[in-house]
């Protein structure tokens, strides 16, 4: 079919087309986009899907980070060829465009799993973001408010919007006599299997050479993967998913229009935050009397270790909801003093339950050392604290918006926090309090666990003996744990250089 321009289309208020005619032109950036998606889909469900059930698999590294640069070149190629590229003047798109590519290298640069998978949804979501704002497809900014949640609402229904349109364009493909080629390779297929078949039954009895190759050539099928006719399967799923969303990117936008927000009596949210700040102050008071009051005010509680070691994380989650509550007061009442007041208050008493629920993990830290999972806790208290300030402001400061900033620094810090090698300062955070006595036993095992980045931070134990035991144990656990070519990281490739 020839590449024609784009049909005219009509589109609904709630942004579906209603022209079932449309017909999108299929020229070389749609095969290029095609072909982009093909590979990734393929080198992930060859390279890396096989291993995914193996005990000590890990999930995708270097493969990643190639195949998110390739999918984002191709993106902004086909775009820019086309005239849609909005680079001009989009710092949001460009900031997200630099995280995730930042983070997506990052696969390639460290090894633990437990990080990668907390940074695949970051990354895959900046990705689309970035790609959606530089592309014209999300004319909003992809760090507001409405822009991330239009952004995350028509970033799943890309992945099928346009599934279907490559088989389409295949099917349309037109000789000159007006056969379809499609359908005259499946005719052409059907009518030579069966004269295939005699033609090599009869040959394998004519000769007897030609028959042990071929029974040479079908015993050797035999030994393939049974798995390959579902990874052809999935690949083809899988490529055909990330081409409409490539293709989305390059499609005209729908019209937007912002969601009303329910309207809300100011009686009945000041309600809401005075229970709410009441229960938060009682929980205040018991920790300034308890927790922050000393050991003698704990006893009853089993003991000051114990109270304080406990429910920490029921305290991140409750300072998480409460946001959830006061950032939609503040929308909805932002008129009212009083409800603007009120979240001042519940914010306020928050931070002191975060900081409670910091006072709690210092006292985990000091007792058994850093971990992965503590260190990014931390993180995520700093970025609850830092969304409370910002609350608290806009309290005051009713028509600032505050979600770019949060973005921004959230977004920020998360890149910072990958790029310091956390499994590193876990290892050398153990050391030191196992050299100081602090820890009366090093967790190789666990240690062992995050990644090579580890192994420097052994070789800072001061016993020699504990340093030769703890390294080959490390190096021994890590050997049988080394990742396929898709799930390479720099780390990994630098312990297989040394051995």
Known sequence: MPNEALDEISVSEDGERKDASFRPAWGKWERLLMTAALTAAGCYFFCHFPFILRRNSHLPGVGLTLTQWVLSAAALTAAGKKGRLRVRNNRAGLFLLIVSLGLGACFALYGDDALRAMNLPVAVLSTAMALASLTGANPLSPLSGPGLRLGIGRFPPSFFRHFALPVRAAASLKEKGGVSRFKGVIVGIAVGLPVVAVAMSLLVSADGVFSALIHGALSSLSTLDGALPIRLLLSMLGGLCLFSFLFSLQDRPAPVREPPFPACSPVTLSTVLCMLSAVYALFVYVQFRYLFGGAEGARAAGGYAEYARSGFFELV???????????????????????????????????????????????YIRAFGLSVLRAVTLWGMAMILLALAASMAKCMLPDRKICPLLTVLALSSWLLLNCLNVDRLVARNQVRMFNDGVLAELDVSYLSSLSPSVLPALEDIRDDAARRQALSDAREQLSLAFPVSYDWSLCWLSMRGEQ
């Open 317 to 363: 989650i409750l300072s998480l909801l409460t946001l959830l509550v006061i950032l939609p007061c503040l929308h909805l009442g932002k008129k009212s003093r009083a409800v603007r007041c009120l979240c001042a208050v519940t914010a306020l008493l928050t931070v002191v339950i975060v900081f409670s629920a910091f006072f709690r993990m210092r006292l």
